[in-house]
């Protein structure tokens, strides 16, 4: 399964070291088999070693060149990240990134052979105007980028779950997820409001092959029994 924390604009360069530096260790020792994801705020990348893989939150569509306050591809290589989060609902809300913007974004770190965790999910309002308006929402969010990418990772995550507490049941995840998975057989992470006391539970359900995590990623204990719930459910399917 996938596994991953998305830091936001938190933990400064030293908390993010000590915080893979204690999810490296607990990966080592737990054996964990699962595929850990972490995106710190852009002043804290760095070459981090061990099984964690670190990503970009953001990144523009260029190797370098004068667009203000950015980074691109040249900042991304000199630390060998190759993962990046694009389309993730507070780019696409907060910041006002348009679905042209982030289809430029996909195809420029796609065609680097990034792995991409791309997000779609709907507001409230899309989701209270009834399930084709929202259906018909969340597909206009798959139009332009390349479903069938080999390295393209999809998270679903409803706008109106992101760290407010809120999540849609069990059955409305397990539902969306099988519609959504029609679209693109890419894994398909769940987020919005995970937390320790419902991860296991969500990452029980069919069609969820990983979780994104804000807020309850941020303390790395949390992350780490997350990872422990997948290592049991994976554990259980073997044997
Ligand atoms: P949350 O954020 O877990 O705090 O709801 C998830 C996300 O934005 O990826």
Known sequence: M???ANLKTNLTRKQTSEYIEELENYLKKSDSTQEVLVFPATSSLDSFDGGVTVGAQNAYATKNGAFTGEIGLDHLDEFSI???LIGHSERRHILGETQTTIIEKFNFYKNLGFKIVYCVGEPLEKREAGKDEMM???SSQYEGIDTEYENLIIAYEPVWAIGTGLTPTLEDIQQIHSE???KSKAPLLY????KVTNAKEVLALENVDGILVGSAALYAE???SMISYADQLTNKQER
Request: charge should be positive; glycine fraction near 10%.
């Open 191 to 194: 987020g919005g409001s995970v």
């Open 222 to 224: 949390h992350f780490c």
């Open 2 to 4: 996938i596994i991953a």
């Open 180 to 182: 959504l998975k029609i």
């Open 136 to 138: 018909e929402y969340i």
């Open 82 to 84: 190759k993962t990046i």
